[in-house]
């Protein structure tokens, strides 16, 4: 199934690699290369050419797929921008700052390639090529046509701005990730107190169906008008946890975060009325 593809590098051949690689079924299209070479085996598997270095991986590439760890993101553009044929897209899926990924655009940009900042919105597996992906930069438009030639189904454009793309997703991932991290800490104190199952079943018997617009318009409110009652009952919960012995992480931001938005809205008040 590779004619007709572009030119592909994988430079990094982890989960999010490996997903892509056997559903794309790109073959002789796609070269690939992993520090760890143990899934060197990986991408014989999926049908992808195994480079034994970067340079070979990023020879003639026209796009290059970049799905590394995100601490590695910024020091593998720059260690390997030298290596682009000139004009080539270089689309950045790694989840790190709008900021580390415009210091990558920058490595890119200075020797003549086009870097796209790409947010992979949902889990790659089962997802695969339909999973979500945002683009923004200058190049985005050149990395959608590359994309669909792979077989990437689901993208959008949000904007020409190499930054952009990543906000989102960092953003979206304080709910997202916070929501885990609460339900653990919350589950955690539950079963330690026994009452795991009451819990539960009293969260979902006031679970709010709104859309997040409204979740988040009615949060904000409760919390501006009700913070400083509010924050004086989470300092309560949290030693609750603490005396079962679980650490209130979540808890203690939540009693800051309750506390602030109650004297913000205080202060605006006061300020009207001056």
Partial sequence: MSTGLPRLALIGF????????????WGSAARA?????????????????AATNAAEALDGAEIVLSLVTADAALEVARDHAAGLTPGTVWCDMNSV????????????????????????MAPVDPA???APLLLSGPGAEDAMALLNRLGFGNKRIVGDEVGRASAIKMIRSVMVKGLE??????????EAAGVLAEVLASLDASDRHDSWPEKVAY??????????????????????????????VMTRGT????????????????????
Avoid at 181 to 190: F, G, M, P, T
Avoid at 224 to 248: C, F, N, Q, S, V
Avoid at 256 to 274: E, H, W, Y
């Fill in 14 to 25: 982890g989960e999010a690699g490996s997903t892509f690689a056997r559903a794309g079924r």
């Fill in 33 to 49: 290369y992993d520090i760890d070479e143990a899934r060197r085996a990986a991408m014989a598997e999926c049908g992808v050419s």
């Fill in 97 to 120: 700052a709008p900021e580390t990924k415009r210091a990558a655009a920058q490595a890119i940009a200075a020797k003549a390639g086009h870097y796209v900042d790409v947010a992979v």
């Fill in 128 to 130: 695969a090529l339909d």
């Fill in 181 to 190: 991290a609460l339900s653990r800490e919350c589950a955690e104190a539950a």
């Fill in 219 to 248: 949060n904000r409110e409760r919390m501006e008008t009700h913070g400083l009652r509010r924050a004086a009952e989470m300092e309560e919960a949290a030693k609750t946890l603490l005396d079962l012995g679980i650490e209130p």
């Fill in 255 to 274: 009693v800051v975060l309750q506390r602030r938005a109650a004297k913000t809205i205080n202060k605006d008040k006061r300020n009207q009325a001056a």
